[in-house]
């Protein structure tokens, strides 16, 4: 069975900390996704990867970078947590362009 | 910034009845379209796909999609209780196969 594993369900921290979200998968996924899901807008994407060591900004990069330096997991890095940043946050991935996402179950993150 | 725009909700539908939910995208070259379900607290899951203009039927699920006018729909034929759940449209980009955009969503409500 396909998977895709966020690291933590629910995490709590403080502004100005960094704070590293961390997402595997099982499928030998070329492709890699970050999203962050706000009530009334959907997801949006922040970051992508299309292969190992490859990345690209999504719709909303800022304050967020990115890590992939193994096929299988690609990291999401908030260098200084802000209050807007409170957010769920959706890892995917998928093998090729046009095909389904897989998701993993999410990370609601609260920066206090 | 290319945009996938979905009808507001939230959508009330009585049990038995259909649902029609509608989106419309900015890129008119745009290839392959998605529609996602997400339950409360969970992940999206792919429930349709659609490449072509015409319909695509999939049980009580049908995916419209009409290129010229930039629109794609689905209907919820006979729905139930269990189809309560937000649906979300997605996109992806021609001139950006990797990329795949989502619209904000439609809630949908199936009262007993």
């Known amino acids: 069975d396909v998977k895709v594993t966020q690291s933590s369900r629910y995490l709590v921290k403080r502004t100005g900390e960094k704070v590293f979200l961390e997402c595997v998968q099982d499928m030998d996924h070329e492709n890699m996704f970050w999203y962050r899901q706000d009530p009334g807008l959907g997801l949006r994407l922040i970051y992508f990867?299309?292969?190992?060591?490859?990345?690209e900004k999504g719709d909303i990069p800022e304050g967020y970078s990115v890590s992939r330096e193994k096929k299988e997991r690609f990291s999401l890095i908030l260098e200084s947590a802000s209050t807007n940043q409170t957010s769920m946050y959706l890892c995917a991935s998928r093998g090729r362009p046009q095909e389904k996402l897989f998701f993993g179950s999410g990370t609601q993150l609260s920066v206090l | 910034q290319k945009e996938v725009e979905q009808n507001s909700g939230p959508l009330s539908v009585p049990e038995g009845a259909i649902a029609s939910l509608n989106c419309t995208y900015s890129?008119?070259?745009?290839?392959?379209f998605f529609w996602y379900r997400q339950y409360s607290g969970k992940s999206p899951e792919l429930i349709m796909s659609?490449?072509?203009?015409g319909d695509k039927e999939d049980g009580r699920f049908t995916a419209q999609l009409n290129k010229a006018s930039q629109y794609v729909s689905l209907l919820i034929r006979d729905s139930q209780p269990s189809d309560s759940a937000t649906y979300l449209c997605?996109?992806?980009?021609?001139?950006?196969?990797?990329?795949?955009?989502f619209g904000a969503g439609t809630t949908v409500t199936v009262r007993a």
């Open positions: 990867s299309y292969d190992v060591k490859m990345k």
């Open positions: 890129d008119r070259g745009s290839q392959s």
């Open positions: 997605a996109v992806n980009w021609v001139w950006d196969d990797y990329k795949l955009s």
């Open positions: 659609i490449y072509s203009n």
